[in-house]
């Protein structure tokens, strides 16, 4: 009855997959933060995949004295233990973003299969997951990881599992309420009507428009789960034979790199885990705007609409 | 001299990227006292935004050009500060979704107390007895007043916030879009209500709605917009029966007829982009009358009545056919 | 009452949430890695004496027996005790938990507060300067691990304004820690705290409380923040497990005797007592926490029922 009249508005139609990923990408290559957080991540994961070229020996190897100032010889300087300090951030490269990527794929996967699920079916199994997700939500996580550690050894892959156990609740609540919403979106409802089963309405109807949004998420689970990594190996918990930056401060830290005023042992490595850190976060971020675009009109402002003189009538005669 | 005259009216938003959106180009209308006038459109042609532009709350990244008179005084003379002593007190207005203008954390009567406080015009008992008036008068049980907005059915939201609008008593009142989302019995009791308040205080009415139908009930003159201008106003009458412009013919025409037999009529096409501009007539695309000066010649709004007004070419023509 | 149904409910919760944490626990420490316990404390000890160590932590019983044990004596309020002090648990832990407990505490009403104030200003003075510098550096703070931050505290700070920086090991430094929490945290709230409070200024009602001639003030105080508090109250409780993370390695940093510090001893000390009871504590504390913060949701938000 209304008299918009215009046949392209029906909603109905079923949105296009290829312009909800055209439109991501448009998006995010417009977007300054997203073009500064993917090259900072570009950059570190490409250091990281040529760390075995670009390095000669192990990084650990003695090449100078223990805490030498930064020089032409060694533009880092060196650590407590006469390393050096350049040699051992490529060196720490490949295993802090390993954990990073690998734990935010163990929560991503976990996250959104759960999320999936509970989204999807509802009734009991959205209950009993969400209530599952309640209890892992309430352990503090550094406890946890620690306690981990402690019992049952510290290797690589227990950290890895472990931040990927933690991490997933977030994920899960997320994929979970897109995963409603998609659901109750007419053109699934017609899918099933005409005989869909659920494998295939997942698949093809529910899936490519919840990933968007997963993968956004998951950038910023990498994110925490490098920032996990450096408490546990700050602590002393992380894997004895792997060098990662978080290990590196830990490292400058017992060998009294503060009293030896050797600011260079400290202040790079914890800069490298910031910057990709601050990558993740800035791509993730702006990939999660795209794809849910917050109210950029505040109601609220000191800046007040502005006046221009009168216009006159229009004429283009 | 009318009781609110909008003069010429521009309104510019400046987008991402350094363009502008000339969302309002050049809209002038007239408002008596009591009466009930109608600014008809369909969604994105400006009409939210004009009404939006006369209470001044654009938000930072709009310009403003033209005047608007309220019994003879220019609210916009200098933004803000000489439109602000004037809200709510003379002009209110009913948000589209009225679901959405209340606080969801207030009481419903202390949102409507609000306004009566700030200015001065009842405290505390006086400003309850008021609340509780008003309510009833919008069909609302009084003791409703310390219930929450959520507690309230969208009907009854709606009839809260235009006794909401009607706190400080205000001269004009702005109505956007108010029975969109409510279905249809509720839809003709608010439309009686408003008609009720504009008879029995005097109350000027704007009403903004894409649909038809209830325009064509409450108000006695109307305004047609397309792409930021007024294409058409005149009564209602007129712009049924005799109109000028090819958009509002196939606007009416394309409210289907629940008796009628004829088909459904639709208009092809989307309204023009606003961040460029326009050449010719901005309905050439999709008009089915278009000849010659329509391409390259934008009409201007031109009397072809008694009453009524039209920016279309089809009117000279003809006027001119006829010497 | 609707009300007192939704108070039920969450206790109920709670209190099944805090007995899953006690399994989970238990299943941690005694069922999965029983023999780390008795190979821990003396390596050179007679089989015999290792046998009676077993005996004494009942860990020849089987696990069933060893459970119901186990939550007897959390009925009683006893965690165990210390392998390396022979004192029980709670008597070691809790000079800590005094310690940790106003640091903490403290620190979070402050950032809190702090964390409000910036992101009403930085919401209100959208688009300008101020908005857009807070948001860069906060976003900086933010990616920062604490203990570094706290790190370089130390060495730039401490040492500027002449603190011994040998005295790395001084508990009284413990305020440059505090400061590097609080610092993270503040920057924390306020990325969360800044969308909270966009968000409620973008809504409808705020336009009308504008068309209806409040004050920014007004409308601020009235309208935004009263409705932005309910998803901060979220996000606050949300950022507890950062808090603990935070407190943990700040006071490893700095020698804080709280229970950060009193957790990674026990690990360097193989003292798993020490341990299983910090965690079970830790763990407790983040559901009362959560189970404080969906009450005060309750108070807060009308619309909220069964």
Redesign the interface.
């Known amino acids: 009855m209304s008299a918009t009249a215009n046949p392209a508005a029906v909603e109905d139609v079923q949105p296009a997959i290829e312009s909800r990923r055209g439109l991501l990408r448009r998006e995010l290559l417009r977007n300054p933060q997203a073009i500064i957080g993917l090259t900072i991540l570009g950059i570190f994961v490409l250091i990281a995949l040529l760390s075995p070229v670009l390095l000669s020996q192990d990084p650990k190897t003695k090449v100078g004295s223990v805490f030498e100032a930064p020089s032409s010889a060694h533009v880092l300087g060196t650590d407590g233990g006469g390393a050096d300090m350049l040699a051992l951030l490529v060196g720490g490269a490949p295993v802090s973003l390993i954990v990073g990527f690998a734990a935010a794929a163990v929560s991503a996967l976990i996250g959104g299969a759960v999320g999936l699920l509970s989204g999807f079916f509802g009734g009991k199994t959205d209950v009993a997951l969400m209530r599952l997700t309640d209890y892992v939500i309430v352990i503090p996580d550094v406890p946890l990881m620690i306690v981990v550690a402690a019992l049952f050894g510290r290797s690589l892959t227990n950290i890895i599992l472990i931040i990927g156990a933690i991490y997933w609740t977030t994920t899960a609540r997320l994929i979970r309420a897109q995963v409603k919403s998609v659901r109750e979106r007419v053109y699934v409802k017609r899918a099933r009507a005409l005989g869909a089963g659920n494998t295939r309405l997942i698949g093809r109807h529910i899936l490519p428009q919840v990933a968007p949004l997963l993968i956004a998420n998951t950038v910023l689970l990498v994110a925490y789960a490098i920032f996990a990594e450096t408490f546990i190996t700050f602590l002393g918990l992380g894997d004895p034979s792997l060098v990662s930056w978080g290990r590196l401060i830990e490292n400058a830290f017992t060998d009294d790199a503060i009293l030896n005023n050797a600011w260079w042992a400290i202040v790079t490595p914890g800069l490298c885990v910031t910057i990709v850190i601050l990558g993740c976060t800035m791509t993730g971020q702006a990939m999660e705007d795209a794809l849910n675009p917050r109210l950029r009109v505040g109601h609220l402002s000191v800046k007040r609409f502005r006046l221009r003189p009168l216009q006159g009538r229009l004429d283009s005669e | 001299m009318s009781l609110l005259q909008v003069e010429d009216l521009h309104v510019w938003f400046q987008l991402a990227g350094g363009r502008e959106l000339h969302a309002v180009q050049g809209v002038s209308f007239a408002l008596e006292k009591g009466e009930r006038f109608g600014l008809v459109g369909e969604s994105g042609c400006g009409k939210t935004t004009t009404i939006l532009a006369v209470m001044g709350l654009l938000p930072p990244n709009a310009s403003v050009a033209g005047r608007v008179l309220l019994d003879g005084e220019d609210l916009l003379a200098k933004g803000e500060s000489t439109v602000s002593p004037h809200r709510w007190v003379d002009i209110a207005m009913v948000f589209q979704g009225a679901m959405n203008a209340f606080n969801p954390v207030q009481r419903i009567g202390d949102q409507i107390a609000e306004p009566m406080e700030l200015y001065g015009i009842a405290e505390a008992q006086n400003a309850r007895r008021r609340v509780a008036e008003l309510l009833e008068r919008v069909g609302i049980p009084a003791d409703r007043a310390s219930r929450y907005p959520h507690e309230f059915s969208g009907g009854m939201r709606q009839r809260a916030a235009i006794a909401m609008a009607l706190a400080c008593n205000p001269k004009v009142l702005l109505a956007d879009e108010p029975t969109t989302a409510l279905d249809v019995m509720v839809q003709a009791q608010i439309l009686e209500l408003l008609v009720a308040l504009a008879n029995d205080f005097g109350l000027a009415l704007v009403l903004v709605t894409h649909d038809l139908p209830i325009v064509a009930q409450v108000c006695g003159r109307a305004a047609v917009m397309y792409a930021g201008e007024i294409i058409e106003a005149g009564p209602m009458d007129a712009l049924y029966h005799d109109p000028r412009h090819p958009y509002t013919r196939l606007l009416f025409a394309a409210t289907p007829d629940l008796y009628g037999s004829g088909g459904v009529i639709s208009i092809p096409g989307a309204p023009p982009r606003l961040d460029r501009a326009i050449v010719g007539c901005p309905f050439r695309p999709r008009c089915d009358s278009a000849f010659g000066p329509c391409d390259s010649i934008r009409p201007q709004l031109v009397r072809v009545g008694q009453d009524q007004a039209a920016a279309c070419h089809l009117n000279t023509v003809v006027r001119e056919a006829t010497v | 009452m609707t009300g007192f149904d939704y108070v039920g409910k969450r206790v109920l ?1 709670a209190a099944l ?1 805090v007995f ?2 006690i399994t ?1 626990n238990f299943v ?2 005694r069922t ?2 029983g023999d ?1 316990l008795s190979a821990l404390r003396c390596r050179q000890c007679t089989p015999q004496f290792k046998a009676y160590q077993r005996h004494e932590l009942g860990l020849d019983k089987s696990k069933w027996v060893q459970y119901r044990m186990y939550l007897n004596d959390l009925a009683h309020g006893n965690l165990g005790k210390s392998l390396r002090s022979e004192q029980s648990v709670t008597t070691e832990l809790w000079p800590s938990i005094k310690n940790t407990m106003p640091m903490v505490a403290l620190g979070t009403f402050f950032s809190i507060v702090l964390g409000i104030i910036v992101g009403v200003i930085t ?6 300067f101020v908005d857009r510098a807070g948001l860069y550096s906060g ?2 703070f ?4 604490p ?2 931050l706290g ?2 505290m ?3 700070v401490a ?1 500027a304004l002449g603190l011994p ?2 005295g ?1 090991k001084d508990p009284t430094l413990g305020i440059l820690g505090d400061a590097s929490t609080w610092d993270v945290l503040v920057d924390r709230l306020r990325h969360m705290v800044l ?1 909270a409070m ?2 409620t ?14 004050s ?1 003030w007004a ?2 105080w ?3 923040l ?2 932005a508090l ?1 998803p901060i109250v979220t996000l606050v409780a ?1 950022s ?2 950062y808090v ?2 935070g407190t ?2 700040i006071e ?2 700095f020698s804080y005797p709280g229970v950060g510090l009193a ?2 001893e026990a ?2 000390q ?1 003292d ?1 007592p020490i ?1 299983q009871g ?2 079970l504590l ?2 407790l504390s ?2 009362v926490f ?1 189970l404080v913060a969906d009450l005060l949701y309750f108070r ?4 909220v029922q069964t």
């Open positions: 919760f949430t899953v944490a989970l941690l420490f999965l890695s780390a919401a209100w003075r959208r688009g300008t976003l900086g933010y990616s920062m691990p203990q570094w790190l370089l130390v060495l730039f040492g920086t040998s790395i969308p966009l968000e200024l973008g809504e409808d009602y705020v336009l009308t409380a504008r068309a209806k001639g409040l920014n409308i601020v009235r309208h935004g009263r409705n309910l949300l507890l497990g603990i993370a943990i390695t490893y940093v957790v990674v690990i360097d193989r798993y341990l910090a965690f830790l763990t983040v559901i959560n807060l938000d009308p619309r």
